[in-house]
């Protein structure tokens, strides 16, 4: 699994509506994570102004097969105490750009479980 960082200048363009949550971690050091991933990516995609959320680092992965959509999105991001890693894996828009599961929504458990054993390894996030 590949990740390729989005930064803020593309964030709009990469991100969309059908990204959703999959897990929200409690009791992590939310600060180290931060950190670590502003070590290894700089600026996070998009530049929080609230409490609540002070970062959120999206990435694309290229080589992860999320059809009928075109590429596969994940967002790793603080929110209210919380480590929320979201993707839009499942989810497609439909002609109106309304999202709609797709065949892989029941699989979204293991591609989550998958994910946040690359984000341990690769990364060295502490989930």
Partial sequence: MQLEFVPVEEFYFALTL?????????????????????DKFGQSSTVA?????????????????NSPAPQLVISIADWQDKLRISSDYGWTLDAERKPVRTERFLQRSEFSQTLQAHLKDSLGLPL
């Fill in 18 to 38: 059908a990204v959703r949550t999959l897990e929200e971690i409690e009791n992590l050091d939310l600060e180290q994570i931060r950190s670590r991933l502003a």
């Fill in 49 to 65: 102004a609230a409490k609540q959320n002070t970062f959120n680092y999206v990435f694309r992965i290229p080589d992860y097969d």
